[in-house]
């Protein structure tokens, strides 16, 4: 919406201080005219719940401010009178203030900063922000809305993956690239966790027992919140990723960026992974069965004496054995990335053999990483 067509827009907008030579200061929400989204107590989505779902602005509270009915009967109200719809919906937005709103804004002082956005050209956003200036809050409105804002994620994405200095941990697997990577954050590096992010173990494993993957959108925004709070001067480690985490896809710079990016080679012991494994997936352990539908359905192949020799494990509680059929088959799917084109995958700069995957030779090979060339 422009701002010629919000009633309520009467402060110029006034960017606070941040350097430009940072990540954070070259896609910065200042480009959005609001300030740092950490500088708001309160981040409100006026959107429908289901479109709040598929992605929202980070840390923010969805209050639905108008219905798809009062919507729907809200553009019919612009059509004939202006002004009569902005009462009408100026009125349902007090009424829909209702018990999650109220509490979202319990703890605020009037003093604290809130950011308003709706999905864009359809007056949610200033309506919301009206209603909550009658309640005294001092309140700043996303000009044009979510639709702005993905605008905004999708030039950040474009942008930021060619200026950081990618470090992948590779090799296959379940070999402890994962905890691996999360002992170099305990040492001080800087970090991109793509599975804790995609809610996705890769081709082994699949989605995360007990948790949902994000849409693919606010995965996007989720990457895109991340990769702002990293430093572009620092290496930052990510551990090697297939272009596909279950339903989520990489953002294509990102995927390039990844591929291109000097790394390591991880390797362990079968029966170290197959270990690790067990422990990791507690859950789908207990309920072997289970885990193999699962699994048959997340990986979509089509291999029926595959499955057959899964179920049957299943069924029998044989785990390491299931486990260690998984890491096979995750073997074989990377092994098929792989024939791609050498110049874009190098090779790795070095061998991280792991011969336990207990935590004390791991905080070893993190220091050893640290201390290598090109770590």
């Keep these: 919406m422009d701002s010629d067509q919000n009633p309520s827009k009467t402060q110029p907008f006034v960017a606070e201080s941040h350097p430009l030579e940072t990540v954070a200061g070259l896609v910065h929400p200042h ?55 902005l009462l009408f919906g100026a009125a349902h937005a007090r009424t829909n203030m209702n018990s999650n709103a109220l509490t979202a804004v319990a703890d605020l002082t009037l003093a604290a900063r809130v950011l ?50 990618f470090r992948a941990l590779g090799g296959p697997s379940g070999c402890g690239q994962s905890i691996l990577l999360h002992e170099l954050a305990q040492q001080g590096q800087q970090v991109l ?18 948790k949902s993957q994000p849409a693919q959108l606010l995965f996007e925004s989720l990457l895109i919140d991340t990769l702002r709070h990293r430093d572009a001067w620092r290496p930052l480690w990510i551990t090697a990723s297939p272009a596909t985490l279950g339903s989520l896809q990489l953002p294509g710079e990102l995927d390039t960026a990844l591929q291109r990016a000097p790394n390591f080679e991880v390797v362990a012991p079968m029966a170290e992974r197959v270990k690790l494994g067990c422990q990791r997936h507690p859950q789908d352990a207990a309920d072997p069965v289970a885990w193999v539908e699962r699994r048959a359905q997340q990986s979509g192949q089509g291999e029926p004496r595959r499955l057959i020799d899964w179920r049957r494990l299943a069924q029998v509680g044989e785990i390491e054995a ?54």
Aim: proline share 6%; net charge negative; with cysteine.
């Design 31 to 85: 480009q959005l005219e609001v300030q740092d989204f950490s500088a708001y107590a309160l981040i409100v989505d006026a959107r429908p719940a289901q479109d709040f779902a598929d992605d929202h602005l980070p840390a923010a509270v969805n209050w639905p401010v108008l219905s798809d009915s009062e919507q729907s009967e809200f553009e019919r109200h612009l059509q004939a009178d202006r002004s009569q719809a």
């Design 116 to 165: 308003v956005y709706g999905a864009g050209s359809d007056l949610r956003g200033w309506l919301c922000a009206g209603a909550l200036r009658e309640h005294g809050f001092d309140v700043d409105e996303l000009l044009g809305g979510y639709k702005n804002y993905r605008r905004w994620v999708g030039a950040g994405l474009a942008l930021l993956p060619r200026l950081f200095l």
């Design 193 to 210: 966790d793509l599975a804790q992010l995609a809610a996705h173990d890769g081709p082994p494993f699949g989605a995360q027992a007990g």
């Design 322 to 375: 299931l486990v260690e059929q998984f890491l096979i088959y995750g073997d074989e799917i990377a092994s098929k990335g792989s024939v791609a084109d050498v110049s874009i995958h190098p090779a790795p700069l070095a061998t991280i053999n792991l011969e336990s995957l207990e935590i004390s030779p791991i905080a070893e090979a993190a220091a050893r990483l640290i201390g290598s060339p090109g770590g």
